[in-house]
């Protein structure tokens, strides 16, 4: 099958990485978007293992269409009934940029009213009763290009389901995860997070020292799809629970000025089975000092998105230069906003990367230590 597997602008080619790294074949990206090629089983593991998707999904067609007319007869060739059950319930949303079909509503009803008439045309009744299970289908229109696709994951992959609050600006997790991959750590170097709010970038870390699928422990839509008729979901949760590792995995360290939000990161470390590798403490950054001479520094620090918090992030920026001088051998990676961190923080960055948290355009200063 194609499938698709979509993510945050930016983190394609980690998300092409993971997948390759996991030998699905054929994949090719997109912005935001990465396409392989699986079987079902692929799918579930997908699912259970993809740090930095969004969703996955099984592209069901790609046309072009203009007219309502032409969105209609191309959806309704699709063979529904081999993926979706009759008694299932079909949800559509879709999206439409720069294309002819424009209204939102229309589209959705006239894709929804084509799969009744599929599944009409092959099971020969007209009534379908959708009391079973969910199949959210998706219709991105771009260009006058139509794909459609079945959305396996359900709610979006990024809830792991070990943070049910996060402080005031947490990190997706899928975000998080990314910039871990993206740095030079590994398990055997210590890292330290001296803003770490809900504790999200270090949980991300941990999951991957531990070699724990970030969705082994959530559901997905597709669980209870009946194509899945050879246990594939419990298969692949077994193997991912087997190859749990704690061996070499160095001490992880996060602190953050702000009580509530520690005792929140302590709770979420707990959840997803990682707070015997982390720990967190209240501390003011200015007081954190070096547990070794090398190791690694991943932070989000505060962004000043409103005009009167912009002078303290940058006295923040300004301060954590001075800070981080006594971490000299140290590799520092810090996701700040675009523009005002380099100014207050002065050090240029050996490389910088463009990357959205949420909409904010930032940059993941990187500043390699000593190797
Ligand atoms: C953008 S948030 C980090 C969010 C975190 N990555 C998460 O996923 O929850 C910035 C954090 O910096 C903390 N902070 C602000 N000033 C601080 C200081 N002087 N020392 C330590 N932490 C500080 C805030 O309490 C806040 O939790």
């Keep these: 099958m194609k499938c698709t597997a979509t993510c945050s602008f930016g983190l394609e080619s980690v998300l092409s990485a993971e997948l390759k790294k996991m030998d699905f074949e054929d994949i090719t990206s997109e912005n935001g978007r990465v396409n392989f090629k699986s079987d079902l089983t692929g799918i579930t593991k997908a699912n259970i293992n993809l740090r930095t998707a969004e969703r996955v999904y099984i592209e069901l067609a790609n046309f072009n269409a203009v007219t309502f007319d032409e969105l209609f007869e191309n959806t309704e060739k699709i063979q529904f009934h081999k993926l979706l059950d009759k008694s299932g319930a079909i949800i559509v949303n879709a999206s439409s940029v720069s294309s002819m079909l424009k209204s939102i509503p229309d589209c959705q009803s006239i894709v929804k009213k084509a799969i009744i008439k599929s599944m009409s045309n092959y099971y020969k009744i007209d009534r379908f009763p959708e009391t079973g299970p969910k199949y959210p289908i998706n219709v991105f229109i771009y260009k006058d290009n139509v794909r459609i696709y079945l959305d396996t994951s359900g709610s979006s992959l990024y809830k792991r389901g070990y943070r049910k609050k996060g402080g005031d600006a947490p990190l997706k997790e899928t975000l998080a995860s990314a910039i871990v991959q993206i740095s030079y750590w590994s398990k055997d170097k210590i890292l330290i997070d001296p803003f770490c709010g809900s504790g999200t970038i270090l949980i991300e870390a941990a999951l991957i020292a531990k070699n724990i699928a970030p969705g082994l422990y959530r559901d997905f839509v597709a669980e209870s799809w009946p194509i899945f008729n050879n246990n594939e979901w419990i298969k692949s949760r077994e193997f991912y629970s087997s190859v749990i590792s704690n061996v070499n995995i160095q001490k992880m360290y996060g602190s953050d000025i702000d009580k509530e939000v520690v005792s929140l990161a302590r709770q979420n470390a707990r959840t997803a089975k990682v707070s015997d590798i982390i720990e967190f403490s209240v501390k003011d950054f200015k007081n954190i000092t070096a547990p070794s001479e090398k190791g690694v520094i991943i932070c989000n620090p505060p962004y000043g998105e409103r005009l009167e918090d912009e002078q303290v992030a940058k006295k ?56």
Excluded: H
Excluded at 332 to 349: C, R, S
Excluded at 354 to 363: A, E, Q
């Design 316 to 371: 923040i920026y300004s301060d954590m230069n001075k800070k981080f001088d006594e971490f000299p051998k140290w590799s520092k990676y810090i996701l700040a906003p675009d523009k005002i961190f380099e100014e207050a923080y002065v050090k240029k960055a050996d490389k910088k990367r463009k990357l959205y948290n949420g909409k904010i355009l930032c940059n993941l200063y990187q500043y390699f230590g000593t190797k």
